[in-house]
Nanobody, 126 residues
């Protein structure tokens, strides 16, 4: 059974940090585009940051550049996002999503990813 599980969310004050984790079972992140998305109440799911298979580059939304860092531990089959200098507008449910293997997708489009988890809630107070 293929499953992604996000963890690490919580409530922090503005300026604080959190590290979210995404573990996968039943699949490997190898040769997949993988990204973090978030969805705030009443808003559409939006791209946060991620990476494409076969590329050394990571991609980030302008709103998180310089504050968030996406990384991948191949040995543990886990993906992370380190979030620093958190702002109240970062409050959302964060999802880890991954594509089919060997398929390039539009990194910024959640609909093009094949698998995602149940999400983890991040709250940032002012």
């Amino acid at each position: 059974q293929i499953q992604l599980v996000e963890s690490g969310g919580g409530l922090v004050q503005a300026g604080g940090s959190l590290r979210l984790s995404c573990s996968a079972s039943g699949i490997s992140f190898n040769r997949r585009n993988t990204a973090w998305f978030r969805q705030a109440p009443g808003k559409e799911r939006e791209f946060v940051g991620g990476f494409s298979w076969g590329s050394d580059d990571n991609y980030y939304a302008d709103s998180v550049k310089g504050r968030f860092t996406v990384s991948w531990d191949n040995a543990k089959n886990m993906v992370f996002v380190q979030m620093n200098s958190l702002r109240p507008e970062d409050t959302a449910v964060f999802y880890c999503e991954t594509s089919l293997p060997g398929v390039q997708v539009d990194n910024y489009n959640a609909a093009e990813y094949q698998y995602w988890g149940q999400g983890t809630q991040v709250g940032v107070s002012s």
